[in-house]
T-cell receptor, first 109, second 117 residues
């Protein structure tokens, strides 16, 4: 079966750095997305990785290792508004999106 | 660009009634649209894939006669929850994939919160 694992919840301090991991076992791989979802709102796109390595975009970076079936989202200089759920989603061999359950990130002052 | 709207944003209805939710791509055409449901503290669950001019493809366990999907134009898909029950209360989110692009490139609407009393 297809499986995506993320921690259920993480807590971090304002101004700090946090890394949210995502491991996947899917039938094929055609890319991995990270989305941010605030409570009661729809997901918003953060990043898309299809090649190995680190993609940096402002305070957010996303890393992918296809051989390890592993990705992480790195958030720097955390702000209170970063409190949200972070969803990892993988595009499988049929070009379907397989969603992780999401990681709820709690930022404390 | 790539804006998707949903209407209504929230709706409260009585058990046994039907509710229609609209999903519109405002500045692009979308051959394919997706309908998701999300229960509190859970991830998105794909309900169905809607293709313009053809029948929707429903995920396993989703009743097609209860969740009617119509994708009559390249900018509009509708989801009708028929004979709604309290267990149908959820956050319904649509997404749209621009025509000509891979369908995993999806733009999400803001969601519709349905409460059935």
């Amino acid at each position: 079966g297809q499986n995506i694992d993320q921690p259920t919840e993480m807590t971090a301090t304002e101004g700090a750095i946090v890394q949210i991991n995502c491991t996947y076992q899917t039938s094929g791989f055609n890319g991995l997305f990270w989305y941010q979802q605030h409570a009661g709102e729809a997901p918003t796109f953060l990043s898309y990785n299809v090649l190995d390595g680190l993609e940096e975009k402002g305070r957010f970076s996303s890393f992918l290792s296809r051989s390890k079936g592993y990705s992480y989202l790195l958030l720097k200089e955390l702000q209170m508004k970063d409190s949200a759920s972070y969803l990892c989603a993988v595009v499988d061999s049929n070009y379907q999106l397989i969603w992780g359950a999401g990681t709820k990130l709690i930022i404390k002052p | 660009g790539a804006v998707v709207s949903q209407h209504p944003s929230w709706v409260i209805c009585k058990s046994g009634t039907s509710v229609k939710i609209e999903c519109r791509s405002l500045d692009f055409q979308a051959t394919t649209m997706f309908w998701y449901r999300q229960f509190p503290k859970q991830s998105l669950m794909l309900m169905a894939t809607s293709n313009e001019g053809s029948k929707a493809t429903y995920e396993q366990g989703v009743e097609k006669d209860k969740f009617l999907i119509n994708h009559a134009s390249l900018t509009l898909s509708t989801l009708t929850v028929t004979s709604a029950h309290p267990e149908d209360s959820s956050f319904y989110i649509c997404s749209a994939s621009p025509t000509g692009q891979d369908t995993y490139e999806q733009y999400f609407g803001p969601g519709t919160r349905l409460t059935v009393t």
